[in-house]
Nanobody
């Protein structure tokens, strides 16, 4: 079965940086589009960015250029680097995978999420 396992979340001070990782198994990684979402309390999950097998990327307009998505197909891993973290970035961050993902349609596979808390 497909498994997505996120890591790298935690407590970070405002202005800091963080890199989240998501390791995928049970799928042909290079065939899948990978994406990151985040969920604020009592809200739906919001699309952040996606990357295809050839490392083409697409970002939500809301992330202001502070987020960088990348992938390593040899390691079955997708990353999300977040720079200049702000308290409003506090959320649970989820990895998502599918053969066809867009900013309004997620893939069928989700990780368990990793909490990012930005606070001094």
């Amino acid at each position: 079965q497909v498994q997505l396992v996120e890591s790298g979340g935690g407590l970070v001070q405002p202005g800091g940086s963080l890199t989240l990782s998501c390791v995928a198994s049970g799928l042909i990684f290079s065939d899948h589009v990978m994406a990151w979402y985040r969920q604020f309390p009592e809200n739906e999950r919001d699309f952040i960015a996606m990357i295809n097998g050839g490392s083409g990327t697409y970002y939500s307009d809301s992330v202001e250029g502070r987020f960088t998505i990348s992938r390593d197909n040899a390691k079955n891993t997708v990353y999300l680097q977040i720079d200049n973290l702000k308290p409003e970035d506090t959320a649970v961050y989820y990895c998502n995978a599918g053969l066809a993902i867009s900013n309004y349609k997620s893939g069928p596979y989700w990780g368990q999420g990793t909490q990012v808390t930005v606070s001094s």
